[in-house]
């Protein structure tokens, strides 16, 4: 107990809100105004799930716990425990925190050697003292036994007290939820919505089109194995969730519309089909009621829609001020409106409130309920009609069913409750559509009826299911995430022009560098004998240097300077400064430099020469000047530049708040832990401690390194399943200053076990040595873990949940390599992480704009993630060699998480990309903004050039392509021949490579050789009329000789009168 702490701040806003119920009794409470004291006790029973004092003592102090009593006097309050509890409590008993309308508390030990006789009698002085003490107020139902409880009541009924009950009373007291109640409240309804959409439905639906046959207790056992489940809770720890009751799911014509009703061990029968489940997450309850109906009529449907209308008007008049019976009273209206004959088949009460006991019956929304509705009250709407008869049924089973709905809500003070269970429960959502063989056969015949999208859907095989979620085969998946990812995309583009339209008016600051003017006036000037002496003169003071130019010292910043160097030839020695000037290769941080200056004359480089000669009478040679020199610039520079370095570190620094420090000795602690990045080289441990608003951590050496809440953007609980190490990891909203640089994300670690092994130690199986070490790291494992989750629990408590710890998702991890070396990253509620190898990856979700995925192709087996972010001006991050069998996985974990992502197969450059839109974003939108990733759009344009292409191309096939084929072959038949013929021997190995001198020498030799020339006239007047003359070859490629290589050898002579063609041809 004593690693657990009160939340002291809701502890007193619920006791003075309890004493002013008491002493005033504005809302006229039963009972409570009659009390002289309040008696709360509890012993040791382990069985009892809801009682008022375990609710009470939960309200008050956060915890349950056993063998304690509780006395409120109207001056006085007195806790009886043991020692430990009372150390626990010890936070609340400090009268500092007590305020006038919460009287003074006082904690007593139990004494088990008399039995606690001493502690009874100053209980029972405190009762006789508080008004008249004689009327006690008590919890009359509940009835705790032991040993403790049974020696009060000795004492007790010794004193001959006056009881009346305060259960009613006290309930109302409880029933309005502060912000903190709400917030749990809401994560409990999140939980049941969880686990009926993604498992009870899914689970239903599959043994619908599976056709098997499941018994409804065995369902009903499923859904408390899905609670201890990770994939259903998301970032909860299973250990603080529980069932409120044992899930009750009911069909086959046997209904019991009351959550004290148990599954049966009936096989579920596929006609309505209702289902009620609730989940408590830290004491604190909710609940959801859904029906769904396997291939309902159209009686059924209009039924279920009006009971949908029904809750919906509820909701609308369930507001702050109203009588509970005038809610049920409207409801009982609407029906009657309806059918008189659905009143006695409606529920007795249709809903009741609800927190940390399930079911709060004097809260009932009942005819005869006088409680009167606030704001900040949750209530359990559950509204049914139970014996309805189906006519048109099949089978005796489904002749008669009922329809049940509700819905967990909270009471607004002017608007319509809001529902906490967000799940689905229109008629599309619920009504499943069931198809045989048969009916598919009858309905291929007939006209194929078009059912709406928007009332339900109908698919046809052998036996299907059709739900929102849960299709059955596997390609749907996919087709819901485009869909999804369709909606997406349209809502991508408006949202991010809105934002950079907010953000248009608001311009980025630019920071002014620091003059680098070394002396202000000629005063400031050194009067050094070096200076008067033509020498080289390095002023420390100024960070300025001094040199003769013309005789004529000049002084020179020592930022002007961009490096120096020094060498030795002969006899001189040589120093060379080099100065920054435009033209010159700048660093990024020096690249406004010259912005004043564009009209001023600049100095590159000035070069000094001494000689190394010692003359008589000189004490060193004139060349130790500039030796000198070169060392006192080197280290003038160096200073400054780091100088220079840590103010630009600082430069995004926010003034943290002072760390107020805690004097209690109960804050959270954790000891031996070592801080990444290190404040030194090397790695030290130390103690990180929680105080009142931010945490420090002290190492052995003393360093001190603070961490305030409002600070911590995200803070990361990553346990030792599976790691080497186990670590708290904190991301800043503004980096601190440790380690000489500046800080984002601090972590704090321990290692686990021995992180290398040595390879040559000799290892066996059964070796007792190594056996015992497996053990003693498994204890020293889960000691760890439960000192960590701890020291998590108590923060969260002390902050009131400002700080929430989150924990990697494991199973949902993924490999990459963000960094240098593939890890796993692994998905968080709102991050995407990997915590252990340095330096870490975190990726904010709400930051991130959408995801594209590159090098998406099938022959590869990795592809990258591109990370854009809501702030263009950031740089992208992107993920490279990531699994191609992962693609699917990561998709599905984006979409869940509402996250556009797209996917191509080239690497884009993003560099390129993200000026182009910040440069011009109203352009970039106007043109299509993100859909020019969008495959399908790629598809779209490509099929566009496509159809270009085929108009313009012609088979052929085709009669106009026949038609002109055939013309063409008409004119240019009588030189086909000829021209192929002359081609060929054009083409011979002779020809291949040569020049037009070669080929004209060649011809003419062949000229003179044949008497029987024949020139171009000569043939055309032979050939007639209809030819003509055909136009000059190309040149012969080396492929197109190749082709020809072949070929068979022609005669020598029609080798040489193709020469002689060519030969003319090439003339003309």
């Known amino acids: 107990m004593s690693t657990l702490t009160v939340d002291k701040d809701a502890f007193f806003r619920r006791v003075r809100h309890l004493y002013n119920s008491w002493k005033n009794n504005e809302d006229n409470l039963e009972n409570i105004g009659k009390v002289d004291a309040i008696v709360v006790?509890?012993?040791?029973?382990?069985?009892?799930?809801?009682?008022?004092?375990?609710?009470?003592?939960?309200?008050?102090?956060?915890?349950?716990?056993?063998?304690?009593?509780?006395?409120?006097?109207h001056q006085s309050i007195h806790v009886l425990a043991s020692k430990k509890k009372v150390d626990f409590l010890k936070l609340i008993e400090s009268s500092k925190e007590n305020e006038e309308s919460v009287p003074p508390i006082t904690l007593l030990v139990r004494d088990k050697s008399d039995?606690?006789?001493?502690?009874?009698?100053?209980?029972?002085?405190?009762?006789a003292k508080s008004r008249n003490g004689k009327i006690i107020g008590e919890f009359s139902k509940d009835k705790f036994s032991g040993e403790f409880v049974d020696e009060w009541k000795k004492v007790f009924n010794a004193q001959n007290y006056e009881t009346l009950d305060m259960s009613n009373a006290l309930a109302y007291i409880m029933a309005p939820k502060d912000e903190h109640e709400l917030a749990l409240i809401t994560k409990a309804s999140n939980l049941s919505s969880d686990i009926y959409a993604k498992y009870l439905r899914d689970e239903i639906t599959e043994i619908i089109d599976s056709d098997k046959k499941v018994r409804h207790s065995k369902l009903a056992d499923g859904v408390e194995q899905a609670i201890a489940n990770k994939k259903y809770l998301k970032g909860v720890d299973p250990s603080n969730v529980d069932l409120c009751y044992t899930a009750i799911i009911q069909s086959g014509g046997k209904y019991n519309l009351k959550f004290s009703a148990v599954s049966d061990k009936n096989n579920l029968h596929f006609g309505a089909i209702t289902c009620a489940l609730g989940v408590r997450y830290k004491q604190y309850c909710s609940n959801i009621v859904r029906t769904l109906m396997v291939n309902p009529n159209d009686e059924q449907k209009n039924l279920y829609e009006f009971l949908v209308e029904l809750e919906e008007s509820v909701l609308e008049k369930l507001k702050d001020g109203i009588r509970l019976s005038d809610v049920y009273q409207h409801a009982l209206d609407i029906v009657t409106k309806r059918d008189k004959h659905l009143v006695d088949k409606m529920t007795k009460n249709i809903g009741f409130a609800m927190g940390l006991e399930f079911r709060e019956g004097s809260m009932l929304l009942a005819p005869k309920s006088n409680a009167i509705a606030k704001k900040g009250m949750v209530f359990n709407i559950a509204i049914g009609f139970s014996g309805l008869i189906n006519r048109s049924a099949?089978?005796?089973?489904?002749?008669?069913?009922?329809?049940?709905?509700?819905?967990?809500?909270?009471?607004?003070?002017?608007?319509?409750?809001?529902?906490?269970?967000?799940?689905?429960?229109?008629?599309?959502?619920?009504?499943?559509?069931?198809?045989?063989?048969?009916?598919?056969?009858?309905?291929?015949?007939k006209k194929p009826e078009i059912v709406p999208e928007e009332d339900y859907t109908t698919r046809g095989s052998r036996r299907t299911a059709v739900l929102e979620n849960k299709l059955r085969n596997e390609s749907t998946s996919e087709e819901k995430r485009k869909i999804h990812q369709k909606e997406l995309s349209e809502s991508l583009n408006e949202a991010a022009r809105a934002r950079l339209a907010s953000k248009s008016g608001s311009k980025k600051e630019e920071t002014s560098r620091k003059s680098n003017i070394s002396y202000k006036n000629v005063n400031q000037m050194p009067k050094e004998p070096e200076v008067g002496d033509l020498k080289i003169f390095v002023d420390k003071k100024y960070e300025t240097v001094i040199l003769p130019i013309f005789g004529i010292p000049v002084p020179f910043h020592i930022s002007t300077i961009k490096n120096i160097s020094q060498s030795i030839e002969g006899d001189y020695t040589y120093l060379r400064v080099n100065f920054f000037h435009p033209g010159a290769t700048l660093a990024r941080n020096e690249s406004n430099l010259f912005s004043n200056n564009f009209d001023s004359t600049f100095l590159k480089e000035l070069t000094y020469r001494s000689t190394n000669v010692k003359e008589p009478g000189e004490i060193s040679a004139p060349s130790s000047n500039l030796n000198t020199a070169f060392r006192l610039i080197k280290e003038v520079q160096k200073k400054f530049k780091t100088r220079e370095a840590e103010e630009r570190e600082k430069e995004g620094i926010v003034k943290q708040d002072t760390l107020v420090l805690s004097q209690n000795k109960a804050n959270p602690k954790l000891k031996d832990l070592y801080i990444r990045p290190n404040i030194i080289t090397k790695r030290i441990h130390g103690t990180l401690e929680a105080h009142t608003n931010g945490f420090r951590f002290t190492s052995i050496r003393g360093d001190k390194v603070d961490i305030l809440y409002n600070n911590i953007k995200h803070a990361f609980f990553q346990p030792c399943d599976g790691e080497m190490l186990i670590l708290l990891h904190f991301t800043l909203r503004n980096p601190i200053m440790f380690g000489k640089k500046k800080q984002s994300e601090v972590q704090f670690y321990t290692e686990v076990g021995e992180i290398t092994t040595d390879l040559g130690k000799h290892q066996h199986m059964h070796d007792r040595d190594d056996l015992a070490a497996e053990q003693a790291e498994r204890e020293l494992r889960q000691k760890l873990k439960t000192a960590f989750k701890t020291f998590?629990?108590?923060?969260?408590?002390?902050?009131?949940?400002?700080?929430?710890?989150?924990?990697?998702?494991?199973?949902l991890g993924f490999p990459g390599v963000p960094n240098r070396s593939t890890v796993l990253l692994q998905p968080t509620s709102g991050c995407l992480v990997n915590l252990t190898e340095w330096p870490p990856f975190v990726i904010t979700l709400e930051e991130v704009e959408l995801v594209h995925f590159e090098r998406v192709q099938f022959h590869l087996k990795n592809f990258d993630m591109i990370f854009v972010f809501k702030d263009y001006h950031r740089k992208i991050s992107m993920v490279n060699a990531v699994p191609m069998n992962m693609l699917d996985h990561v998709k599905e974990w984006l979409n869940s998480c509402d996250i556009r992502y797209t996917e191509g197969i080239q690497s884009l450059n993003w560099a390129k990309i993200m000026k182009t839109i910040v440069d011009d974003p109203e352009g970039f939108f106007d043109s299509g903004g993100w859909t020019f990733l969008d495959p399908d759009s790629e598809a779209e344009n490509a099929d566009d050039s496509d159809s270009e292409q085929d108009d313009q191309y012609k088979p052929s096939g085709s009669e106009e392509s026949v038609e002109e084929s055939d013309s063409e072959f008409s004119e240019n038949s009588d030189v086909s021949e000829e021209e192929s013929e002359s081609e060929q021997s054009l083409g011979t190995s002779e020809e291949s490579g040569k020049d037009w001198s070669e080929l004209e020498e060649e011809a003419a030799a062949a000229d003179k050789n044949h008497n029987d020339f024949v020139d171009d006239y000569t043939q055309r007047k032979n050939k007639g009329p209809g030819f003509r003359s055909k136009p000059p070859p190309p040149k012969h490629s080396s492929s197109h000789h190749s082709s020809h290589k072949g070929s068979v050898k022609r005669s020598r002579d029609r080798r040489d009168e193709g020469r002689r063609d060519k030969h003319k041809k090439f003339r003309k």
């Open 792 to 811: 998590c629990d108590k923060v969260e408590q002390m902050t009131r949940q400002e700080i929430e710890f989150d924990t990697p998702f494991r199973e």
């Open 115 to 127: 039995k606690d006789a001493a502690n009874f009698e100053t209980l029972r002085t405190a009762i």
């Open 41 to 73: 006790i509890l012993g040791q029973d382990q069985d009892v799930v809801y009682s008022k004092s375990l609710s009470l003592q939960t309200w008050l102090f956060g915890y349950e716990m056993t063998d304690i009593m509780m006395v409120f006097c």
């Open 394 to 445: 099949s089978d005796a089973e489904a002749k008669n069913y009922a329809l049940f709905l509700g819905d967990t809500v909270v009471v607004n003070e002017n608007s319509t409750a809001t529902v906490l269970t967000q799940s689905k429960k229109r008629l599309k959502n619920i009504a499943i559509i069931i198809k045989d063989d048969d009916e598919e056969s009858e309905e291929e015949e």
